[in-house]
């Protein structure tokens, strides 16, 4: 069982940066891929990044590839999603999500936990 919390969502200007966290309880967090999404009002969730559970692979969307970056330290049970060049059509909830496996993956249906999400808005 994974419990995960992020934080570090808010306002900012386009342009600017961001970084999200996502705590996780559990002992198998170090065991899980994680994987950031979000969700823009009136659209579907949609697949940002994720990372593998020792750190080494990583996969992003288009949309931010060359922006943002996932990273992660199991030592304090942490995922971070550091965002910057934010445009206003970064707008949306961000949600954490860890995997009952070891391995990358963009597939919504492929993670087990979630959290609550955090939202970020990014003004023109």
């Known amino acids: 069982q994974v419990q995960l919390v992020e934080s570090g969502g808010g306002l900012v200007q386009a342009g600017g940066s961001l970084r999200l966290s996502c705590a996780g309880t559990?002992?198998?967090?170090?065991?899980?891929?994680m994987g950031w999404f979000r969700q823009a009002p009136g659209k579907e969730r949609e697949f940002v990044a994720t990372i593998n559970w020792r750190g080494v692979n990583r996969n992003y969307a288009d949309s931010v590839k060359g922006r943002f970056t996932i990273s992660r330290d199991n030592a304090k049970n942490t995922v971070y999603l550091q965002m910057n060049s934010l445009k206003p059509e970064d707008t949306a909830v961000y949600y954490c999500a860890a995997r009952r496996a070891l391995v990358v993956s963009s597939y919504t249906s492929d993670y087990a936990y979630w959290g609550q999400g955090t939202q970020v808005t990014v003004s023109s």
């Open positions: 559990g002992r198998s967090f170090s065991n899980s891929a």
